[in-house]
């Protein structure tokens, strides 16, 4: 299967930008995700994008994809205390299977 | 447009017991997904449906757990007995096609005492 890789832990100043990156194994996923978690809620698709893309913005979040070193970054311009979250990365690896990553806790102090 | 509706959120019983988690996909949605969450594995498939029709199974823990899909608008995730080793947060997600995002309910955390 796949294996999808994200650091733990991201703590930044509120106004800063945040990146949360990701590292994923298999080259022929078509799409690649990433949803956010508040305490106690599900999974909430914030963007997605195709492989065969380098870049997608979307507001104030911007995924950066790198498929030569497999690596998915999300950007997010002026965070807010709203951002603290899980945000997960997620690639699929077959017609429905997606894996997840463990999730990068970010909070955001003032 | 209403999400996915998962019920109930919370479900607290003690083992042995039977457990009935309930899901409510977006219309129109044709593929249905169950997952669980914990601590140690993070998010699982438990089981995908297509069309109503069970297409993988595969992450099904044991016999104990099974699952429904009797129309297009509801399924159902049943263990029975539950034991503690089945606390989790089980979700629901639901796309428009299998290879499409797919778009999660709020959860039922559910603790086996």
Avoid at chain 2, 35 to 59: A, C, H
Avoid at chain 2, 75 to 90: G, M, N
Wanted: contains cysteine; negative net charge.
């Amino acid at each position: 299967g796949e294996d999808v890789e994200q650091s733990l832990f991201l703590s930044v100043r509120e106004g800063d930008s945040s990146v949360i990156n990701c590292t994923y194994t298999d080259s022929s996923s078509t799409y690649l995700y990433w949803y956010k978690q508040e305490p106690g809620a599900g999974l909430q698709l914030l963007t997605y994008i195709f492989s065969n893309m380098d870049m997608k913005q979307d507001q104030r979040l911007t995924v950066l994809l790198n498929k030569k070193d497999k690596h998915l970054s999300l950007r997010i311009a002026d965070t807010q205390t709203g951002d603290s979250a899980i945000y997960f990365c997620a690639a699929d690896f077959g017609d429905y299977k997606l894996s997840f990553g463990a999730g990068t806790t970010v909070t955001v102090r003032a | 447009d209403a999400g996915v509706i998962q019920s109930p959120r919370h479900e607290v019983t003690e083992m042995g017991q039977e457990v009935t988690l309930r899901c409510k996909p977006i219309s129109g949605h044709n593929s249905l997904f169950w997952y669980r969450q914990t601590m140690m594995r993070g998010l699982e498939l438990l089981i995908y449906f297509n069309n109503n029709v069970p297409i993988d199974d595969s992450g099904m823990p044991e016999d104990r757990f099974s699952a429904k899909m009797p129309n297009a608008s509801f399924s159902t995730l049943k263990i029975q007995p539950s034991e503690p080793r089945d606390s989790a947060v089980y979700f629901c997600a639901s796309s428009r096609d299998s290879n499409q995002p797919q778009h999660f309910g709020d959860g039922t955390r559910l603790s086996i005492l």
